[in-house]
């Protein structure tokens, strides 16, 4: 939104829509990204140049400016078409959250105001990110929050679909930063792209994914600057007499995603963690705290697992005052491979090891679920250790 053809591009998009006989609702994330002038970053740098300390209700309030002023200025645009057009806000469009800030929850959302305004042959164009607690105060629903708006409002509104636009052209089956050539994946399972998503691929917020899934209502991902093409996400049910919901694939592995600036957390003690109850009072101390953990290992006399770098401190505030011999290591990232393919099939986790073991990337913790494995690995070791198993899952010809 920050380029104004890149704003141009976008404003086609809608017009084509247009065209074709669809009632659009366009939800429009912030100017740009940190640095450019209305960008939610370089509004939070505005502010903490000022106090550091702001509480979050203020910061909220704040963060919520950007995605007004795109808003405006798109709706503005969509005007000079000759495409009646009005800017909501997250609150005027109904979007109701519970009241945890800079990190909100989606509670319930009330569409009357956009279907007053369907009604009257107007284009909503509603500011994504934020929302509104039953008590007034504004909120915002965290990185990639955009994508949770359009998703909750296509439900509502029982949306034939959900189109992101973004600067690429779909998911790719690796980070293109990493991989230039890496393909374009034309058709993916909302269960594979909510992987994807939560082991670090940037593209889909994992809750738009997860919230379109509910309804069934199918989510394309596609470049701004492009009238087709991209990558479509739905169900993808097995057409035999209506039974089984496995999506239909025959790829092993749709994807690789990774995860930086990770620690790792180890914990031993004296007393048995099972037989002490001190397990689940270290993971509700740190759940109380807000830090969130990952790539669990739980044993009787260890447990391991990593949380996000920026938390480190917090962790040790945390657990210091248990009496447990804690290390805690930077430096690491989790890299995983992702697929609804891989499910039941063995030798998959061996070809992960191999072909890491084989570029000397260092494996320090795993986990895996009916859709990914996850190894922890250096994050100085992050392009190799996508590139090997780029090349052992044949990633490149999807």
């Known amino acids: 939104m920050a380029d104004p053809s890149i704003r141009k591009e976008a404003l086609q998009r809608v017009w084509d829509a247009v065209e074709v006989g669809f009632t659009p609702v366009v939800v429009v994330s912030a100017m740009g990204r940190g640095g450019d002038p209305y960008a939610t970053d370089t509004l939070l740098n505005l502010l903490m140049e000022v106090n550091p300390k702001t509480d979050a209700l203020n910061t909220d309030l704040l963060l919520s400016c950007g995605e007004i002023i795109s808003a405006t200025i ?6 000079t078409l000759g495409l009646p057009a009005v800017a909501l806000t997250g609150w005027q469009a109904g979007i109701y959250t519970d009241d945890v800030h800079l990190g909100a929850r989606v509670q319930e959302v009330h569409g009357e105001k956009i279907w007053e305004v369907l009604k009257k042959g107007k284009i909503p164009v509603v500011t994504g990110f934020q929302g509104v607690t039953q008590q007034g105060a504004v909120t915002t629903l965290g990185r990639g929050g955009s994508d949770t708006t359009a998703a909750v409002l296509g439900v509502v509104l029982q949306a034939e679909r959900v189109e992101i636009y973004t600067d690429v052209d779909g998911i790719k089956t690796a980070d293109p930063r990493l991989i230039p050539d890496a393909p374009t994946l034309q058709v993916l399972s909302y269960r594979e792209v909510v992987e994807l998503a939560h082991m670090g691929a940037k593209v889909l917020h994992p809750r738009a994914a997860e919230i379109s899934m509910e309804e069934g209502i199918p989510i394309q991902v596609r470049s701004v600057s492009k009238s087709n093409g991209g990558t479509t996400i739905g169900h993808g049910v097995r057409a035999r007499g209506g039974l089984g919901s496995e999506p239909v694939t025959d790829r092993l592995v749709t994807g690789i995603a990774h995860l930086g600036k990770r620690a790792q957390v180890k914990i031993t003690g004296s007393e048995d963690f099972h037989s002490s109850g001190l397990a689940p009072e270290i993971f509700q101390r740190l759940a109380t705290a807000g830090v969130s953990v990952d790539l669990i290992f739980l044993s009787p006399d260890l447990i391991a697992f990593i949380i996000d770098e920026g938390k480190v401190e917090i962790t040790q505030n945390v657990l210091t005052p248990l009496g447990l011999n804690v290390k805690i290591k930077m430096g690491f990232a989790k890299v995983s491979v992702v697929g609804a393919g891989m499910h039941g099939v063995p030798g998959v986790m061996a070809r992960v090891v191999n072909s890491l073991e084989r570029e000397g990337v260092r494996i320090f913790q795993t986990t895996d679920s009916h ?24 990633l490149d010809r999807i």
């Open 74 to 79: 798109f709706a503005a645009g969509l005007q």
């Open 371 to 394: 859709a990914n494995i996850s190894c922890l690995v250096l994050e100085e070791h992050i392009p190799q250790a996508v590139q090997a198993l780029y090349g052992e899952f044949n």
